[in-house]
């Protein structure tokens, strides 16, 4: 092999030649590792770039007959009240009753001592006894003046007289038959009976005690409570259709227990005052409840619910879903692209937790919770919602909370 200056020692031409493939693996490697950071870069982007769904509660618009109904505190009275009084002055014999105890009309209640009535009735009979003799004798001597007249063996004065005092003896007896009816009718209030069905309260005269006629104290008062009395008032702006709907036909009324879970009691309007109470800018009415049995007792508070109409097939949804902004109220309307549409509406009738709601259709769905993350096109994803307070409202009236979107599940 032949050396030369320009051809060079062969030792060092394959050291060269090594020396530049090391530098192209290097290079190879670099450019590969940074490709894979440009890849791991661009897929991290992505991954920040992507929307995350704002958790919400939803509910679905349902079209429901709604009543428009007022609410107020009531007051429950005795349909009748009777103060029971002795109609005669004499000691208390016997009670026939016990305090709080149930009576129908007629039975039984308290017993005088009748014995000075009876003693006044045998009186009066004999009195009339008496005076019916002297009146039969009377008259028989006007026969007589008369027979002696028609022989022009009396005169004309003394049959007149005569006359007379048969009148007086008449008028007598008549006097006497009063006094025996009076001690009659005495006798008759010495049992004293209950004028009506009711409950008998607390008894102020035992027996022994001394009754006076038509005197303090009263022996016992019932009050009547089968039908019984709801006691309310209403604003005097809500007067002109509370009159209206009694022209059409009876007003319909609810009243509830406070603190008792049962159903609520029905009853009708029957009496409007005939002024609204300067004072207090309200109208008494009352409404008559059947309480056969005895379920509403005189003294209670009572929530009532006036219903004035019903309003047929109302877009319903859970009141929380109206928010109130600048421009008024509106609802976000949830899309079945599971994004979001602020939608201006009205709601002005609330019943309980639920309102209507103009402005959104039956089987839309709106948001009931998450508003404040929210903005128009904000993607959503429904939650399980937390289940609000029941409040008091027609079973046929109330919104639906679906925690669920419509269509498949949301988008990520």
Known sequence: MAYGPEGGSPRLSSGLRSHRRRRWTWGTILLAVALAGCQRTQNTSKQSAREVPVPVSVATVSAEDVPVQLACVGSVEAHSTVAIESQVTGPVMQIHFREGQAVKKGDPLFTIDPRPFEIALKQAQAQLAKDQAQANDAHSDLARKKGLMAQNAATQWEVDHAQYLAQVQDAVVQ???????????????????????????????????????????????????????????????????????????????????????????????????????????????KATFPNQDHHLWPGQFVDVVLTLQTLPQQPVAPARAVQTGQQGQYVFVVGSDHRVAMRPVTSSLLVGNDAVIEGVKPGEVVVTDGHLRLQPGSLVEARTAASPAQGTKPASFSGRDTGALPGAEAAR
């Open 175 to 285: 006097a006497d038959q009063a006094a025996i009816d009076q001690a009659r009718l005495d006798i008759s209030y010495c049992t004293i009976t209950s004028p009506l069905d009711g409950i008998t309260g607390n008894i102020q005269l035992h027996v022994g005690g001394l009754a006076k006629a038509n005197d303090v104290p009263v022996l016992v008062q019932i009050n009547q409570v089968s039908p019984i009395y709801v006691a309310f008032t209403v604003p005097d702006r809500d007067v002109p259709r509370v009159r209206a709907q009694l022209v059409r036909g009876p007003l319909h009324i609810e009243a509830r227990i406070r603190g008792d879970a049962g159903s609520p009691l029905a009853g009708a309007v029957t009496f409007l005052d005939n002024a609204v109470d300067t004072a207090t800018g309200t109208l008494r009415l």
